[in-house]
């Protein structure tokens, strides 16, 4: 699917975490069960990515940055941009999450412009996709989902890429799609990724947990998972990594 590794385990702490408590969040971290197995990642908010940048390369962990502006530079106050999410020794960036979507109101034209600063400086895009339940309830789950991965079609097909799928329904409300909805659903993004001439890992995120990390992971066509609330604390974070290693095993 791209790499080596079976699965990839990824912590998004969104807008959470203080210097103090995140290198205890480092110190508490144990070794990776399965490192050839199950790749790390955290994305912490863009405050911490300097500080946490060398104790997590010294954990194995990789580095992700939540979102970057797609200039390099320039008078764009409160702004990040890909070069200096990657000097803060980034290896993804989190783009297209349903948050940004919905609260920022990013669209694919903007999105595109993100993937593409993203790619000309060597990072890897964790682009999300999900529906809302209305959709979900109303059967077109798979046209969202068409339209929100369309802003791939014509993009350089060897450039790096991971997709994690969320359904926004699920996202920090405790519910999560049951092993078919999610089995059917990743089923169809490989397609369409196949269709666009793209093969990737693609992640499942929404309310996973240390209780039912292992059953998603064992579903078929899941690569792995984007982890919201259990990734802020290491022992949780860990747990899911030792799930994953269990079904890749």
Request: hydrophobic share 40%; proline share 4%; with cysteine.
């Amino acid at each position: 699917m791209g790499d080596s590794t079976q699965f990839i385990i990824a912590g998004n702490w969104k807008m959470n975490g203080m210097l103090d408590e995140s290198l205890a969040f480092v110190d508490a971290l144990t070794e990776n069960p399965s490192p050839t197995a199950v790749e790390m990642a955290i994305c912490p908010p863009f405050t911490l990515l300097h500080p946490l940048s060398k104790p997590f390369a010294d954990k194995g962990v990789k580095l992700g940055a939540q979102s970057v502006y797609f200039e390099e530079s320039g008078a764009f106050t409160g702004s990040i941009s890909p070069l200096m999410v990657k000097d803060a020794g980034c290896h993804y960036v989190i783009l297209g999450h349903s948050e940004r979507r919905d609260i920022m109101h990013e669209d694919n034209a903007l999105l595109l412009k993100k993937l593409n600063a993203v790619w000309k400086h060597g990072l890897e895009p964790m682009f999300c996709i999900g529906e809302h339940l209305e959709e979900r309830e109303a059967g077109t789950t798979n046209d969202v989902l068409k339209g929100q991965l369309s802003v791939l079609e014509g993009t350089d097909t060897s450039l790096p890429l991971t997709v994690a799928y969320e359904p926004v329904w699920a996202i920090g409300t405790g519910k999560t799609a049951s092993p078919e909805q999610v089995s059917e659903t990743h089923a169809f993004v490989h397609e369409e990724l196949a269709r666009l001439g793209r093969t990737c890992k693609v992640l499942y995120g929404g309310s996973v947990n240390a209780g039912n990390a292992e059953s998603l992971m064992a579903c078929a066509g899941v690569d792995g998972a984007l982890v919201g609330g259990a990734s802020l604390k290491a022992d949780s974070f860990m747990e899911i990594v030792a799930a994953a290693s269990r079904v890749a095993a």
